[in-house]
């Protein structure tokens, strides 16, 4: 939204579009190892019948404070390269609520789709953990991108609609500013929906984790027996015996 006209057909700046996708779905990937992140730590809280909900809501908090942050950081780098800082003032709303629906999305998919940590020398050794692997890297970030398409899309285009629709007005109230109308729909309208957005998906992901819980703990218990396992190579040496394990 920054460098990408969604109602438009030009692509301000494509480089660091492209980049800015990657660097989401990279960030995205983490997302799904919510409840899996610590499975020792996981496997006494569920094992000891500990609420998934609350487990959720703590990472939910320090993922939010990381995510902002990086976003943030991201656009003060694109202010001191680019030398211009003027579209700060519409955008600031928008970058805050970022991290809010991929972090609602990734509720579900940490629950649904958990990937224990495994360094990378034992998960290329580890072959038979690939599906789940590439199910954890690449559905939070489809899931994450059309939640955020649909929760920023949306409000882009019933601002536009608004906009629009108050240009028109023959006696236009001096409140309705194209800057009130803007920071309405993203302070108020926004947070709120991105919010309930959030409550469900916690919701919904303490209900799925409450009737998986056993599958959960057994899923993290096997991961970590599985890279006991494994042979104790080096990355290159794990890279390099790789032909040999996918016969």
């Known amino acids: 939204f920054l ?10 700046d494509p480089l660091t579009l492209i980049v800015t996708i990657v660097l989401t779905a990279v960030a995205d990937a983490s997302l799904t190892n919510q409840l899996a992140a610590e499975p020792e730590w996981a496997i006494r809280v569920l094992s000891a019948g500990g609420d998934p909900a609350r487990m959720l809501r703590v990472r939910n908090q320090v993922l939010y404070v990381f995510e902002a942050g990086y976003a943030f950081a991201v656009a003060g780098l694109v202010i001191l390269v680019t030398k211009d800082h003027h579209w700060v003032k519409h955008n600031w709303p928008i970058i805050a609520e970022l991290p809010l629906a991929p972090i609602a999305a990734g509720n579900l998919a940490s629950v649904l789709f958990p990937c224990p940590f495994m360094r990378l020398r034992h998960r290329l ?21 059309l939640g955020t ?21 023959r006696h236009r109230p001096d409140w309705l500013t194209s800057d009130n109308i803007h920071f309405t729909t993203w302070l108020i309208a926004v947070p709120v929906l991105n919010l309930l957005i959030w409550a469900l998906a916690l919701k919904t992901a303490n209900t799925l984790a409450h009737l ?36």
């Open 149 to 169: 398409l649909a929760v920023m899309a949306v409000p882009a285009w019933i601002e536009q609609r608004v906009e629009h629709s108050a240009a028109r007005m």
């Open 212 to 247: 998986r819980r056993n599958h959960l703990v057994e899923l993290m218990r096997k991961h970590g027996e599985l890279a006991q396992s494994m042979e104790n190579l080096s990355l290159w040496g794990a890279v390099r015996a790789l032909p040999e394990n996918l016969k």
């Open 125 to 145: 050794q580890a072959t038979t953990t690939w599906p789940r692997w590439g199910a954890y890297i690449g559905i939070p970030f489809a899931l994450t991108s």
């Open 3 to 12: 460098y990408w006209d969604p109602f438009g057909v030009q692509v301000r």
